[in-house]
């Protein structure tokens, strides 16, 4: 049985802003100001990591449409460079893209949820949420229910997914709206204030902040992975990226706007917790008090978004035998991929009780980057290879917009090659590796390139 076509425009769009918005854009932007001491370009360097990834997004869009399926990057390199590409991000994405993404997030949110409730001296339910073994339960919990929840059906879990999304929205445009509303006016002053001076040293520290923002701006390609279940691909598909990452942008640029006038730069610069500070600066103790319990919120829908997301890669693997056949059985009465889902339940729980998963996330932050770029050279490959396979959609500005793509990506990775040189060597390595592991695999089931 084959994955349903049920989800249309807006459930798409809603998946992408959940898969975008999480913590990172409320944890970068006071380290970027601290790197490179200048507000504006902060500013400027978010808007350019807008346009990498709508440019990501355009191009994406022209692949989606050519091959409508689940899968995303996985089904475009297995299409235009064969099995062992395809194969490898399968292997990035089982072990870090998705599984150690829902592990991070959960544990974020139980403890953020029990820094609100410690605020509100709630001791009867801390005495629990304080222990490390609880918070680790409480976090495996989650993952179980949102896993039970896209098992239990496509239908209902993206009602529950887009209502969660929909709360993320509001309670991220009530911040933005509060925060216009009481800043004073010497907030302006900060918009455009530098703190030292730029030098030839700063340039690589510039990648290396785009990389960084970066990381707040993955999951615009969200809605390629489950581009099988799309209603009409072909018109909706190039809307749904368009827009996902549209608003998004927006809604970074307008929060970073007022993190950045909400109080005097040496309060926030080269801080994670620059939007506890901002609601504290704007608002008040009082209120910020809740601020906890909103990104808590904010939390979920990321967590239920990696968890519908991940398990459609697996489920193109499998249908391929790139990975356990088991996986690519879909529930003839629930109509989801169960096997799928439940792997990736395993490990990010594993990932969980065993606290690897942020260690993974930060080693493998290059390797996350190498597969949508090679994926996008793969849409210029097949521009010039194939061009009588059908297009329903064509990346606009072509070869412009893809091109602003992969050159930026790939100073980004330079800049962290010479920036997190062990953490990248580290990337690359456990790349290499997946290589021996393809061959093994391709032997013992007899996969032919």
């Given at each position: 049985?084959?994955?349903?076509?049920?989800?249309?425009?807006?459930?798409?769009?809603?998946?992408?802003?959940?898969?975008?918005?999480?913590?990172?854009?409320?944890?970068?932007?006071?380290?970027?100001?601290?790197?490179?001491?200048?507000?504006?370009?902060?500013?400027?360097?978010?808007?350019?990591?807008?346009?990498?990834?709508?440019?990501?997004?355009?191009?994406?869009?022209?692949?989606?449409?050519?091959?409508?399926?689940?899968?995303?990057?996985?089904?475009?390199?297995?299409?235009?460079?064969?099995?062992?590409?395809?194969?490898?991000?399968?292997?990035?994405?089982?072990?870090?893209?998705?599984?150690?993404?829902?592990?991070?997030?959960?544990?974020?949110?139980?403890?953020?949820?029990?820094?609100?409730?410690?605020?509100?001296?709630?001791?009867?339910?801390?005495?629990?949420?304080?222990?490390?073994?609880?918070?680790?339960?409480?976090?495996?919990?989650?993952?179980?229910?949102?896993?039970?929840?896209?098992?239990?059906?496509?239908?209902?879990?993206?009602?529950?997914?887009?209502?969660?999304?929909?709360?993320?929205?509001g309670i991220v445009a009530a911040f933005i709206i509060a925060g216009f509303y009481v800043v004073d006016s010497t907030g302006i002053e900060r918009l455009y204030a530098s703190y030292g001076s730029i030098t030839v040293q700063s340039v690589p520290y510039m990648g290396l902040s785009l990389l960084i923002i970066m990381f707040a701006y993955t999951g615009w390609n969200g809605?390629?992975?489950?581009?099988?279940?799309?209603?009409?691909?072909?018109?909706?598909?190039?809307?749904?990226?368009?827009?996902?990452?549209?608003?998004?942008?927006?809604?970074?640029?307008?929060?970073?706007?007022?993190?950045?006038?909400?109080?005097?730069?040496?309060?926030?610069?080269?801080?994670?917790?620059?939007?506890?500070?901002?609601?504290?600066?704007?608002?008040?103790?009082?209120?910020?008090?809740?601020?906890?319990?909103?990104?808590?919120?904010?939390?979920?829908?990321?967590?239920?978004?990696?968890?519908?997301?991940?398990?459609?890669?697996?489920?193109?693997?499998?249908?391929?035998?790139?990975?356990?056949?088991?996986?690519?059985?879909?529930?003839?009465?629930?109509?989801?991929?169960?096997?799928?889902?439940?792997?990736?339940?395993?490990?990010?729980?594993?990932?969980?009780?065993?606290?690897?998963?942020?260690?993974?996330?930060?080693?493998?932050?290059?390797?996350?980057?190498?597969?949508?770029?090679?994926?996008?050279?793969?849409?210029?490959?097949?521009?010039?290879?194939?061009?009588?396979?059908?297009?329903?959609?064509?990346?606009?500005?072509?070869?412009?917009?893809?091109?602003?793509?992969?050159?930026?990506?790939?100073?980004?990775?330079?800049?962290?090659?010479?920036?997190?040189?062990?953490?990248?060597?580290?990337?690359?390595?456990?790349?290499?590796?997946?290589?021996?592991?393809?061959?093994?695999?391709?032997?013992?089931?007899?996969?032919?390139?």
């Open positions: 049985m084959e994955l349903r076509r049920q989800l249309g425009l807006y459930t798409g769009i809603l998946v992408i802003i959940a898969d975008m918005i999480g913590t990172g854009i409320f944890m970068t932007t006071g380290n970027i100001l601290g790197m490179t001491q200048n507000a504006l370009i902060v500013l400027f360097l978010w808007v350019v990591g807008g346009i990498v990834a709508l440019c990501g997004a355009l191009s994406y869009s022209e692949l989606a449409t050519m091959w409508p399926d689940v899968g995303g990057e996985y089904l475009y390199l297995k299409k235009i460079f064969g099995n062992l590409p395809a194969f490898l991000t399968g292997w990035i994405s089982l072990l870090v893209g998705f599984t150690a993404p829902v592990a991070t997030s959960s544990m974020l949110l139980v403890q953020y949820l029990n820094s609100f409730l410690c605020n509100i001296n709630a001791t009867s339910i801390t005495a629990y949420t304080n222990n490390i073994f609880w918070q680790k339960t409480f976090a495996a919990l989650i993952i179980i229910a949102f896993s039970l929840t896209h098992i239990a059906g496509v239908r209902r879990g993206t009602n529950i997914q887009n209502a969660l999304t929909i709360l993320k929205i809605a390629t992975y489950i581009a099988g279940e799309i209603v009409n691909p072909e018109k909706n598909l190039p809307k749904i990226m368009f827009w996902g990452v549209t608003i998004t942008t927006v809604l970074y640029l307008l929060l970073n706007v007022v993190f950045v006038i909400s109080t005097d730069a040496s309060a926030i610069m080269g801080k994670d917790e620059i939007g506890a500070i901002a609601a504290n600066a704007l608002f008040g103790p009082a209120v910020s008090n809740f601020f906890s319990i909103t990104i808590a919120i904010i939390l979920l829908s990321s967590v239920s978004a990696q968890m519908m997301l991940g398990p459609r890669v697996y489920y193109a693997m499998a249908k391929n035998r790139m990975i356990f056949h088991s996986l690519a059985k879909v529930n003839e009465r629930l109509g989801t991929p169960v096997y799928a889902i439940l792997l990736q339940m395993i490990l990010a729980i594993i990932y969980v009780y065993s606290g690897s998963a942020m260690t993974l996330v930060i080693y493998m932050g290059f390797a996350l980057n190498v597969f949508p770029v090679l994926a996008v050279i793969g849409l210029m490959v097949t521009r010039k290879k194939h061009p009588e396979i059908k297009r329903p959609y064509t990346t606009p500005l072509y070869p412009l917009v893809p091109l602003v793509y992969i050159i930026l990506s790939v100073i980004m990775m330079i800049a962290a090659l010479m920036c997190w040189t062990v953490t990248s060597a580290f990337a690359i390595g456990v790349l290499l590796f997946g290589i021996p592991v393809y061959y093994l695999w391709q032997r013992s089931v007899g996969i032919k390139d």
